[in-house]
């Protein structure tokens, strides 16, 4: 059984809690877009609430084979009109937790995948276990 990474030069989130993730060390706070090619930026999407279809259309310029979106603390499934331009180019898109959704990226950015993970943080709302302590990857 294979214990370590096939890729040791991409981004790799290491821990994430409510209000920030953090990828190589640095913490990052609000919604975050990470490519394993280029690295982490902001994601211009505040909360699901505001999601559009802009928002999924602003990813294309990565040029991800894959797109894992990273929901919040909740699965929820953007629209999918919002997904038809990145459908279009073949590009497909995965929705799952933001805990899962990291998780996922680190599998398939260290297989050496073009894959770009675009997350919506944790509330800081409610309770849970992710307030407990960091989440370490």
């Known amino acids: 059984m294979k214990l370590q990474p096939d890729q040791f030069n991409v981004p790799f989130i290491s821990a994430y ?20 090619v280029s690295g982490c930026s902001p994601w211009s999407v505040g909360q699901f609430e505001t999601l559009n279809a802009e928002c999924f259309h602003e990813l294309m310029q990565f040029n991800p084979e894959l797109i894992v979106f990273g929901s919040g ?11 038809a331009g990145l459908m279009q180019r073949g590009i497909g898109v995965e929705s799952m937790d933001t805990p899962a959704a990291c998780r996922t990226y680190n599998i398939l950015a260290s297989e050496g995948r073009r894959v770009l993970v ?10 849970s276990i992710f307030q407990i302590s960091s989440h370490k990857m």
């Open 118 to 127: 675009a997350l919506l943080p944790l509330e800081d709302a409610t309770p």
């Open 73 to 83: 603390r909740t699965l929820r499934f953007p629209k999918p009109l919002w997904l």
């Open 17 to 36: 809690e409510p209000g920030w993730i953090e990828v190589n060390g640095h913490k990052y706070t609000g919604s975050l877009v990470i490519s394993s």
